[in-house]
């Protein structure tokens, strides 16, 4: 298991902007380039859901529900993954995850709350 740091998230309103980001400080560079690191989220009373993910050739991908207005980007040098949020919407509150190398067999964050209001 990698440890995760996760750092960002709070509370804003409607069409606001938050930034999540997750720090791998133990791992080499190396090993962060060549895994797949992701958002999650899990809202009150339902499942886990992938929100962005960066593929092992470094594409980018989102849940349809936040195609255009959250971004995902990663810097190697730093072992940081980060999440932009824009255009926040009350249905994004939830508890957010990084997750690094993978829903099954990777290393997840402690979680970070985003609260969206009216």
């Known amino acids: 298991q990698v440890p995760l740091v996760e750092s960002g998230g709070g509370s804003v309103q409607a069409g606001g902007s938050l930034t999540l980001s997750c720090k791998a400080p133990?791992?080499?560079?190396?090993?962060?380039?060549?895994?797949?690191k992701g958002w999650y989220r899990q809202a009150p009373g339902k499942q886990r859901e992938l929100v962005a993910r960066?593929?092992?050739?470094?594409?980018?991908s989102y849940a349809d529900f936040v195609k255009g207005r959250f971004t995902i980007s990663r810097d190697n040098s730093r072992k940081t993954v980060t999440l932009q949020m824009n255009s926040l919407k009350p249905e994004d509150t939830a508890v957010y995850y990084c997750n690094f190398g993978g829903e099954e067999n990777g290393s997840w964050g402690q979680g970070t709350q985003v609260t969206v209001g009216q």
């Open positions: 133990r791992t080499i560079t190396s090993v962060f380039r060549a895994n797949v």
């Open positions: 960066i593929s092992l050739s470094d594409e980018a």
